[in-house]
């Protein structure tokens, strides 16, 4: 294992050649004629007066004092549950305490930030551990916190759960952010974690859940006792990365989070309950597979490189030595420095240019 080292900031000229090609380093959400058909669905028409939907929209909003907006978080985590369930094994007794967050990142850093709150409580050395090329957030939140990140090759995973420290908090994301592909030996890495530990110390990150075309071959074990959070987000999936949609599941309370219940967005929650009844977990991948496999071949065309369609529906990836471009290839790899490692670039460039949601909405200004 090693500690990180911050990365150098991302080449400037190589950024703008991968994005004039249609792509991206950074990993952007995909908006789509379907999210903006289930905003005009809840939003409804207020040019002469509110119809049905839009009463409905502005309604919830009133009477706070009858508590009844407590059930818009319940009724959106409950819905996204269920949505869930063909990708996700989740048992829902041992999850009792679930909050409404800003995207997935909120639920993440409360997890973090409450990890180390404790750690300074029983006088221990927190360290968060992540794989080697993993979401970068989760080193952000951590440092921020001052907690050491441990970096590990992902290759050395059964090392890892074998030796993993009883108080580390591990940091997994099932699709994985590495590769935008399912991880095959994900629920074997919790089950050895759950083998060596009295406590759960995983924080389960499963935000590209509803953004795999097919089913994977095991449900994602979330409800392994070593998984102590799941954060989840319809950002991704959807292309609702600033409606702020997400939330999180505890076995445990989490009190930095208590005001979520109160102060939340219902309009986020009412259209995540849209999107979530009107498409289910495999929906949108399938409907745009074909657009990522043809922006897979257009873009490996202008990079010249030979790209092939992630399980995640905006990501593509090539192998190690794919190229002759070294430093386009170096830049493109994750775990970055990793001669070994495959490239992973972000198709949402082109793919919004191909379906028709790249730029301004048309129509009389």
């Known amino acids: 294992m090693r500690m990180t080292i911050t990365p150098p900031i991302h080449d400037p000229e190589l950024d703008r ?74 048992d829902a007794a041992g999850f009792p305490w679930r909050y409404p967050t800003a995207g997935g990142s909120e639920a993440l850093f409360h997890v973090i930030a409450a990890y180390g709150n404790r750690a300074r409580v029983e006088k221990f050395n927190p360290q968060v551990h992540v794989f080697a090329g993993e979401y970068e957030g ?13 970096e590990h090759p992902r290759a050395d995973w059964q090392t890892v759960g074998r030796t993993l420290p009883r108080d580390a908090l591990f940091c997994l994301s099932q699709p994985s952010a590495i590769d935008g592909n399912v991880w095959p030996h994900a629920n074997d890495f919790l089950a050895q974690l759950a083998a060596g530990a009295e406590n759960p110390r995983v924080l389960l990150d499963v935000t590209y859940v509803g953004s ?26 959807f292309g609702v ?72 529906s905006v990501l593509a990836q090539a192998d190690a030595t794919a190229g002759t471009d070294r430093a386009l290839a170096d830049f493109l790899r994750r775990p970055a420095g990793d001669p070994q490692a495959r490239l992973r670039l972000c198709l949402t460039p082109i793919m919004a240019e191909m379906i028709g949601t790249a730029g301004p909405i048309g129509g009389k200004s």
């Open 241 to 312: 990365y600033y409606d702020r949609i997400g939330g999180m599941l505890c076995r445990s309370a989490m009190p930095s989070l208590f005001g979520n219940q109160w102060f939340k967005n219902l309009t986020s929650l009412q259209l995540g309950i849209a999107l979530l009844e009107r498409h289910d977990v495999f929906d949108l991948p399938r409907r745009y597979k074909r657009v990522q496999r043809e922006a897979a071949i257009q873009i490996g065309q202008r990079l010249d490189l030979a790209l092939s369609p992630c399980d995640v």
């Open 17 to 90: 050649r991968v994005k004039a090609a249609g792509a991206s380093k950074t990993v952007y959400a995909l908006v789509t004629p379907e999210t903006e058909a289930a905003k005009n669905f809840i939003l409804g028409n207020a040019v002469d007066g509110p119809d049905a939907a839009r009463r409905r929209h502005l309604e919830q909003f009133r009477d706070a004092w009858t508590g009844k907006q407590f059930a818009a978080h319940e009724a959106f985590i409950g819905r996204w549950m269920a949505w869930a369930a063909p990708v996700i094994a989740i």
């Open 138 to 150: 989760y080193k952000a939140y951590a440092e921020a916190c001052g907690i050491a990140v441990i």
């Open 212 to 237: 795999i075309a097919e089913q994977p071959a095991l449900r994602f074990a979330a409800d392994s006792p070593a998984v102590q959070a799941l954060a989840f987000s319809l950002s991704k999936p």
